[in-house]
């Protein structure tokens, strides 16, 4: 399963962005998909994961500002992310189970 990550760009402290993830074959079939981020200078980290049968989890750092969504129908797992800080600036990324990566999207927050 290739994933398409999209939706990254520059927004503003406290503004808010929604990235998307676009699977290639069956979203239902996997059995959860994560998202991750990698700052500058700093090694990847866990941002928020869903499973299968929607239940979710997320880093500390964004529980309460971002939403992690799963539509089955289109394939896609969605990050909503609200209230950001300069420190949620890193590229994104989206996996599935196996050490399945997609491409990265970069997120910029920056008055």
């Known amino acids: 399963v290739q994933l398409q990550a999209s939706g990254g760009g520059l927004v503003q402290p406290g503004g808010s962005l929604t990235l998307s993830c676009k699977t290639s074959?069956?979203?239902?079939?996997?059995?959860?998909m994560g998202w991750f981020r990698q700052a500058p200078g700093k090694q990847r980290e866990f941002v928020a994961g869903?499973?299968?049968?929607?239940?979710?989890n997320y880093a500390d750092s964004v529980k309460g500002r971002f939403t992690i969504a799963r539509d089955n129908a289109t394939n896609t797992v969605y990050l909503r992310m609200s209230r950001l800080k300069f420190e949620d600036t890193a590229i994104y990324y989206c996996?599935?189970?196996?050490?399945?990566w997609g491409q990265g999207t970069l997120v910029t927050v920056s008055s």
């Open positions: 869903v499973t299968k049968f929607g239940y979710t």
């Open positions: 074959g069956s979203l239902f079939s996997l059995p959860g």
């Open positions: 996996a599935s189970p196996g050490n399945n």
